[in-house]
């Protein structure tokens, strides 16, 4: 179904019109319209305009409203201090303006992006044979919004998981299992998640053992370094090992994230060994990169450490191993012009942002990316803290596992649903179910009501809290929804346009409108928590229109509880769809 144009575009488009109409010479003057407490919309743009062309602004302003084509959309349009136009908008253009969003069911009326390109994103990027921890947590929540809003836009998004496969520490491993071949052995079926880590955990003490007390083992170790950079066959068959290891564990915390990771997306950093050497090559050849104390490194005059002299870049070390940068450079020539990328998006901790800052410049100063065609960003996310506000720990001042983190609070939701299950007649099965995916909302919410780049205290209580800014509140909101319309019987949603609303109504309905424009701005600025600000305030409005409009009453013709039920339905659709982009359910009951 085609698109709906929002009323604010609508409205948008009526004042410009005459405003071109009163002040041709102003040509397309954009009215700059917002949404406003005194009428629906305020238009601001005529003073800037009316100051250009010497004029009156209140005697401009009143000039548009005289040729403003009201037709059956604006009800009223008010001057107001020096120039400011208030516009009130028609009840029926309300209602038919969302009826035709709740005839698109697929995509509420969203329009696709105008332009949408190729965007490489690149987030969930864990280490082999390590476990998970909390520092994990907001790349893969972050970077899994904001790839389901870009593509619900149309962008084409390749998902690429840069997880850390390779170095010096897979030495000491390999070698500890070519002389303990049965280590990664199990016995029977399918292994968990569980006892693959348990497995990856306890090999790798034992090889830390061993090389921290024999020096000869540590000598093989090392010498297992260089045939894996070789490609040593039987070595590189014991590397797979682990990465398939870790796989299986890496896939099991995802399914817990209720995320989607697919193997073809996981790249990790030997993806690019292969690209490496001729990466230098043409850093070196086009001057880019240079030769200092035997390392090659790319020099930037804004780039310096404390004492004063330049801090390099180091692609490649003065013993020949490649440094980070080199990964990260192959990596963007790789997604530049194999994958076809326009757009770069790294979902990366903001304490990695001068690394980045640097690989983006110089893969610019040798034409890798130019702001034109291909155009790379860093999406820097904060820290997660505890109640106390400091970086998030164990009582015993160790890590916080991931997995256990994502158990407590599926735990403590499951605590929540199951005090209210009796209630909603829920089976031992739906409260499992629901537990689930509130937990994990939870979490997912937290992380993404707050701007990326800020810092967040993780506060389990909090966060599964049915009051207040969270996404139980919100799951609720859809619920309890879903109840209305299970008791509403013969009663079905229609739109009657012909309607008077009440003042709650007129602000759902309003807030309703603004969905799209919302995923746009959200979607051209990785900006998920103002998605999850906008979620928050539509919840918000159906809770103040539950408190002024009853939706099922015998007292109120049919026609109004079709229109409100109509209504509450929209809502409730469009709460579903926003609390998928941010990869939330929304249980039916709850």
Not at 295 to 321: E, H, M, R, Y
Request: net charge negative; charged share 25%.
């Amino acid at each position: 179904m085609a698109s709906v144009t929002s009323l604010t575009a609508s409205v948008h488009q009526r004042l410009a019109d005459a405003l071109s109409a009163a002040l041709p010479e102003a040509g397309s003057a954009d009215p700059l319209l917002r949404r406003s407490d005194r009428a629906d919309f305020q238009a601001n743009g005529i003073l800037a305009l009316a100051k250009k062309a010497k004029a009156n602004p209140r005697e401009l302003a009143t000039q548009v409203v005289e040729r403003i084509d009201s037709g059956e959309l604006i009800k009223e349009v008010e001057v107001s201090g020096p120039g400011f136009l208030n516009v009130t908008v028609t009840d029926r253009a309300i209602t038919e303006n969302l009826a035709a969003r709740y005839a698109d069911s697929d995509r509420l009326g969203v329009p696709f992006a105008q332009n949408p390109g190729t965007t490489v994103i690149d987030y969930a990027q864990p280490n082999v044979a390590k476990e998970m921890h909390v520092g994990h947590l907001r790349s893969a929540v972050i970077g899994d919004a904001v790839v389901q809003i870009l593509e619900f836009t149309g962008e084409s998004v390749v998902r690429r998981h840069h997880i850390g496969d390779w170095g010096t520490q897979f030495g000491m491993l390999i070698q500890y299992l070519i002389e303990h071949p049965h280590e990664l052995d199990h016995e029977g079926g399918e292994v968990s998640g569980e006892e693959a880590m348990s497995s990856l955990n306890r090999l790798y003490k034992a090889s830390r053992a061993v090389f921290d007390s024999d020096e000869e083992f540590k000598t093989r170790a090392r010498r297992r370094v260089v045939d894996l950079q070789a490609g040593e066959p039987e070595t590189l068959a014991m590397w797979q090992k682990f990465v398939d290891e870790s796989k299986i564990y890496f896939y099991s915390v995802f399914e817990k994230l209720d995320m989607e990771i697919r193997d073809p997306d996981v790249v990790g950093e030997s993806g690019y060994n292969d690209m490496l050497d001729e990466t230098c090559r043409l850093l070196e050849e086009s001057g880019v990169a240079v030769r200092s104390e035997g390392a090659l490194c790319v020099f930037f005059d804004d780039v310096k450490g404390p004492d004063g002299n330049p801090t390099p870049l180091i692609v490649k070390k003065s013993d020949g191993g490649y440094g980070y940068a080199a990964t990260d450079l192959s990596a963007i020539r790789d997604r530049v012009f194999n994958l076809k990328a326009s757009t770069l998006l790294y979902v990366v901790d903001a304490r990695q942002s001068l690394h980045f800052k640097m690989v983006f410049e110089t893969a610019r100063r040798i034409g890798w990316l130019n702001d034109d065609d291909v155009k790379a960003a860093q999406l820097a996310f904060g820290t997660v803290l505890g109640k106390d506000g400091k970086p998030f720990k164990t009582r015993e001042g160790t890590t916080v596992k991931l997995e256990d983190l994502l158990d407590e609070a599926v735990q403590r939701a499951t605590a929540v649903v199951r005090e209210k299950a009796e209630k909603m007649g829920l089976s031992e099965q739906e409260i499992v179910e629901n537990g689930r995916y509130v937990g994990i909302g939870a979490v997912k919410y937290a992380d993404l009501s707050t701007s990326a780049v800020r810092d967040y205290k993780f506060d389990l209580d909090q966060m599964v809290s049915l009051n207040g800014d969270t996404s139980v509140y919100l799951q609720y909101a859809y619920a309890r929804i879903q109840s209305i319309l299970r008791k509403a019987g013969e009663a079905r949603p229609l739109a009657h346009p012909e309607l008077e609303l009440h003042a709650a109504e007129r602000e759902l309905g309003l807030h309703l409108d603004r969905f799209g424009e919302t995923l746009a701005e959200v979607a051209a600025g990785y900006e998920p928590h103002k998605l999850a600000a906008y979620l928050y305030q539509l919840a918000s409005l159906l809770t103040a229109f539950y408190d002024k409009c009853q939706v099922l009453s015998d007292d109120n013709p049919a026609e109004v509880v079709e229109n409100r039920l109509f209504l509450v339905d929209l809502t409730a659709r469009t709460l579903h769809q926003g609390m998928a982009l941010l990869g939330i359910r929304t249980p039916e009951r709850l």
